[in-house]
């Protein structure tokens, strides 16, 4: 019997033995094909009407079903996206206009695309010039080439660092606040601290600050990687750190290096001298 013939019979059995499975409405394709991609491995026969395309779980993988819809592989789709944006940054002209922020970028780019402008605008960052398109970027690709994080990262970010400093603010003294500020910046940034030994130092701030010592050494012991980091922030911004510091180095067992002293000897005077001057912050 001809191959091809049984192909196509067993094609046939196939779908009209499949069950069909509704998906909600917004449900993207990708979504779709993982999806029936998930039933094929667990044995499953059903099909799913996409865009009025009946695509099946053993039937149909990434490339038939991006065929069936829109007439392409999604390799395909994706290379003539590129060559489409290529097209749109050769073309696209320059405007000088000025943006402050990242959001002032983003709104008048929007502004731009919606009137259907073609243009660029150069954004000052820490790394240099950058250009932004309004026919090509998206608000989250405008903030990862400014920030390194999509909005949402970014504003989870930031929203992290407003509540720590908004816990810490009465901790450190008003002198230090700029730079430990800029400390939990750098943490929270960090995607390996993500801000961990900040939360650990506040805490132990916070118990040095209502008199428990005790606590706050055993806070410290349960401490994992977070313990150096959250540690050296003590030592550098707790009003009472270097005593602190010297208890938990002791604890360990360890003997402070002459470096480290003359470091303590420098905080501590540092420390008493905003004391006296009554400038440490309520």
């Known amino acids: 019997m001809d191959e091809e ?15 069909k499975v509704n998906v909600l409405g917004g449900t993207k394709l990708d979504e779709v094909i993982k999806f029936l991609d998930e039933a094929n491995k667990n044995g499953k026969n059903i099909y799913v009407v996409f865009n009025e395309q009946n695509l099946y779980s053993m039937l149909d993988d990434e490339d038939s079903c991006y065929k069936k819809v829109v007439g392409m592989t999604k390799a395909e789709l994706e290379r003539e996206w590129q060559e489409d ?40 960052t820490f790394k240099g010039k950058i250009r932004l398109y309004s026919m090509v970027d998206t608000m989250n690709s405008i903030y990862q080439k400014v920030t390194g994080y999509t909005k949402g990262e970014y504003d ?66 349960q401490a994992d990687r977070e313990y150096a980091f959250a540690l050296t922030a003590i030592l550098q911004f707790a009003k009472d750190g270097p ?3 010297k208890e938990e180095i002791a ?32």
């Open 156 to 221: 989870a970010i930031h929203q992290k660092v407003d509540a720590l400093k908004e816990r810490s603010k009465n901790l450190v003294s008003f002198e230090k606040s700029a730079d430990w500020f800029g400390y939990i910046i750098e943490s929270v940034e960090d995607p390996l601290r993500k801000g961990k030994d900040v939360e650990l130092a506040i805490r132990v701030m916070e118990l040095l600050d209502a008199g428990d010592s005790a606590r706050a050494h055993q806070i410290m012991a």
């Open 85 to 124: 944006m290529q097209k749109l940054k050769d073309t696209a002209e320059y405007d000088d206009t000025f943006c402050h922020d990242v959001d002032e970028a983003v709104n008048y780019l929007f502004k731009q695309a919606y009137n259907g402008k073609n243009v660029y605008i150069e954004f000052n």
């Open 243 to 245: 005593e602190f510091y």
């Open 5 to 19: 013939i049984i192909k196509k019979m067993n094609e046939e059995l196939i779908k009209k033995t499949a069950v």
């Open 251 to 282: 604890g360990l067992g360890l003997k402070l290096t002459k470096e480290e002293r003359e470091l303590i000897e420098s905080i501590e005077a540092q420390n008493n001298q905003y004391k006296n001057n009554g400038e440490v912050k309520d």
